[in-house]
């Protein structure tokens, strides 16, 4: 099993910035694939960014290079730092890993976490 906790989450101004954080603990090792996915209220949970432990990673399009993904592979830490932060990037932001390394955006990532809000006001 693995355990995914993140954190990081808040309330902003239009244009600012916050930083996720994504702890995971248990099986580790095992994990290929980690994921930031985001849903607002009424939408259908989305993805953000995928990233493997070979580094290579997946935006989504709405992103236009305002977030990065970044992780401590030895630690299975996840970071997602967003900047130029826009209204309708409120929502809910969670954690997801998975022993595939083929996963990308897709949403069967075997482990979620619980989520941290995420609000940006006008």
């Given amino acids: ?19 996720l954080s994504c702890d995971a603990s248990g099986y580790t ?23 493997n432990l070979d580094g290579s990673a997946a935006y989504a399009d709405f992103v236009e290079g305002r977030f990065i993904i970044s992780q401590e592979s030895a630690r299975r830490t996840l970071y997602l730092q967003m900047n130029s932060l826009r209204p309708e990037d409120t ?15 897709s949403l069967e990532y075997k482990y979620w976490g619980q989520g941290t809000q995420v609000t940006v006001s006008s």
Avoid: H
């Fill in 29 to 51: 090792y095992s994990i290929c694939s980690m994921a930031w996915f985001r849903q607002a209220p009424g939408k259908e949970r989305e993805g953000v960014v995928s990233i």
């Fill in 1 to 19: 099993q693995v355990q995914l906790v993140e954190s990081g989450g808040g309330s902003v101004q239009s244009g600012g910035s916050l930083r």
């Fill in 91 to 105: 929502a809910m932001y969670y954690c997801a890993a998975d022993q595939s390394c083929t996963r990308w955006l």
